[in-house]
């Protein structure tokens, strides 16, 4: 039996997600992989960290959490944050869930190194490292024989990277298409149904889709960041967020909406890129879309993607209504892949 040590950064909705899984799937794990695992260390913003080189009690550490306490109290050594943190666990998988920064990236790209360079797996739900330093942490995690997996960045567990890197080998894409937004896509759900943008939005804040400041989702940031995120991992070509056509659906209104609806229309957030020569183009923007397409029965948070390949005809995945628990099993899913690939 291997056992693993796993280091948490961030413990939010998705570290608590893939700290509720791993627990679930435990005996499973054992049954049938012979692996065991032990939480040595789990570093929060306001929540404080902790580490236990022995293990640290994964189910006291979610209830110290979730009641607004910190967790230094089940602490075996002194407090210390970021890089410094990694430094101080000893670890073999450090997961890395920390908000992400469109601008640099950092601080994540920060902690992946210092987790590669300690010799851990690096594995993180955070779209900025992919789209700012794809290219640097999959060298060096090659250097360290590790891994740089980061399959819940787009589409949260819904397998797109590992679908190129383990079942399509050889193909190459073409290009794609597809709704990745869920916020975008349940607010233009709601306008459907005669809700104002306002309260639409407030809506989608009120279940906890959307953030306090919903600009990152309604000006097509996010959209921006997973195209760019696809492009650079799955065409090879480095895209930043900021080189995508990007529109959000600010402009939109229940006017547009409804008189869409009339003509058996929906408007949906389409994220799009498409090689050309050695330069890709890539979009996102608001497009009318009939009921013909694959595209108009994503509704609410669900999404799609529709690949365009050298080898296949189009090749579509559909995710139904994600949450912090399929970006969980998208996390969750990578430490299983890095360690089988590491054996
Ligand atoms: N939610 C989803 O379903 C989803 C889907 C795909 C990808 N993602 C990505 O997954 C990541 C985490 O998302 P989330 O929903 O879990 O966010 P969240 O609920 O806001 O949690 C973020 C966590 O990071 C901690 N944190 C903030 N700054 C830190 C720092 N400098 N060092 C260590 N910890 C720090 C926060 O601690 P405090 O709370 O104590 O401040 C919190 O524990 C983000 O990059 C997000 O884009 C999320």
């Known amino acids: 039996m291997t056992r693993y040590r796993l280091v948490f950064l961030g413990f939010g909705n998705v570290g608590q997600a893939l700290a509720q899984l791993l627990l679930r799937k435990r005996a499973e794990l054992l049954s049938l992989y ?14 404080g960290s902790a580490i236990d080189p022995d293990g640290l009690d994964l ?29 101080a666990c000893p670890g073999d998988v450090c997961f890395e869930n920390t908000p992400v920064n469109y601008q640099s990236g950092e601080p994540a790209i920060s ?7 300690a010799g851990m797996q690096a594995i993180t739900a955070n779209k900025g490292p992919v789209v700012h330093a794809y290219r640097e942490l999959t060298d060096l995690a090659a250097q360290m024989n590790r891994r740089f997996y980061f399959e819940s960045t787009v589409m949260d567990g819904a397998p797109i990277f590992s679908l190129f890197r383990g079942a399509l080998p050889g193909a190459e894409l073409r290009s794609f298409r597809g709704v990745l937004n869920s916020t975008t896509n349940l607010i233009l759900t709601r306008m459907e149904t005669g809700a104002q943008f306002a309260d639409a939005v407030a809506y989608a804040q009120q279940i906890g889709i959307a953030e306090t400041d919903p600009s ?6 996010d959209a921006a960041i997973k195209v760019a995120a696809l492009v650079t991992v799955l065409m090879g070509i480095p895209l930043l967020p900021g080189q995508v056509d990007r529109t959000g659906i600010g402009a939109l209104t229940l006017a547009d909406i409804q008189a869409a609806k009339q003509a058996n229309q929906r408007w949906k957030l389409v994220c799009s890129a498409k090689r ?3 330069q890709v183009v890539a979009q996102v923007k608001p497009e009318l879309i009939p009921a013909s397409s694959p595209l108009y029965a994503v509704e609410g948070t669900s999404s799609i993607i529709e690949f365009k390949t050298d080898v296949l005809g189009p090749l579509s995945i559909v995710e139904a209504n994600p ?3 399929t970006t969980a099993y998208g996390l969750f899913a990578d430490f299983l892949n890095a360690v089988a690939a590491r054996s």
Request: glycine share 12%; hydrophobic share 35%.
């Open 34 to 47: 012979d692996l065991d695992f032990s939480v040595t260390g789990i570093a929060t913003g306001r929540h």
């Open 276 to 278: 050309q020569d050695n």
């Open 59 to 87: 189910q006291a550490a979610l209830e110290i959490v979730q009641s607004g306490r910190s967790l230094e109290s089940i602490s075996k050594q002194p407090s210390v944050s970021g890089v410094e943190f990694i430094q």
């Open 111 to 117: 902690h992946l190194k210092a987790a590669l360079q």
């Open 323 to 325: 949450g912090p628990d």
């Open 216 to 221: 990152g989702d309604v000006d097509g940031w």
